[in-house]
């Protein structure tokens, strides 16, 4: 059998890890992603990958800087990849050249393998809740991966992750499209540049905390959602 090792990190500044980051690779097969990850050219590296069947690849070793978040920034850490661990996640995805179809939902084997890998990363390295993350999150102008169709709140369930409380009530929590930028840079997003339009980066936190629904529109429950996640962030 290969034994797959990413070539694809350098050292960590000083070795602590703060965040969990969760992409899909965006590729045809785990195979393709497996190549590319430990192709030295590429230049890009995680430490685990997790394919459709479970089954878990890792591929660079934890205390080591994978290079897997890019231009990214959550709070006032502008260097993700240094603070983190990264996990691919086989899936096509929205836009994977010549491979028919495209964005399709994850495996429950596939889900099962990541919740457990998760929850191993975040006992040995104390990560809140708040911090597991997704790419589109911290790298939301480039990145939307692992997506809409990702189960974050299946993940959340056994404590990976943060899902907001069941909403009822959405009619009375009207805000200004600026103060709801601002509670999103509260909560830890990067709003620099968005306030002209700032559809792409609702729309961002829709991918990950309001699936069902990701038109970029601030509504009452998108509002609702927000205070919810960062009332307990805060808490």
């Known amino acids: 059998m290969t034994q797959y090792r990413s070539p694809n990190y ?9 965040y969990l980051i969760l992409h899909y690779t965006g590729m045809a097969s785990g195979f393709e992603a497996l190549e590319r990850l430990c192709d030295p050219e590429a230049q ?5 990958l997790v394919e459709e069947d479970g089954k878990i690849f890792p591929l660079i070793d934890e205390n080591k800087r994978a290079w897997h978040a890019g231009v990214s920034k959550w709070e006032q850490d502008e260097d993700i990849n ?37 929850k191993k990363i975040i006992q040995q390295h104390n990560i809140k809740p708040c911090y597991v993350l997704g790419h589109s999150d911290v790298a939301w102008r480039r990145k939307i ?16 992750g943060c899902w907001p409380d069941v909403i009822e009530n959405c009619s009375q929590n009207k805000i200004k499209t600026d103060e709801f930028i601002s509670k999103l840079q509260a909560y830890g997003y990067d709003i620099e540049g968005c306030n002209e339009n700032p559809k792409k980066i609702i ?27 960062l009332g307990r962030k805060l808490s």
């Open 203 to 229: 729309t961002a936190f829709q991918r990950h905390f309001r699936q069902d629904n990701i038109d970029g529109v601030l509504d009452d429950e998108t509002i609702l959602i927000l205070e919810n996640l």
């Open 82 to 118: 240094d603070l983190s661990i990264g996990i691919e996640i086989v899936n096509a995805g929205h836009a994977c050249p010549g491979y028919d179809s495209i964005y399709r939902p994850f495996p429950d084997a596939q889900m099962d393998a990541v919740m457990r890998l998760a």
């Open 44 to 48: 890009v590296g995680a430490h685990y």
């Open 10 to 18: 350098n050292e960590r500044s000083d070795g602590r890890i703060k």
């Open 145 to 160: 991966d692992p997506g809409e169709l990702f189960g974050w709140e299946k993940l959340s369930k056994q404590g990976v």
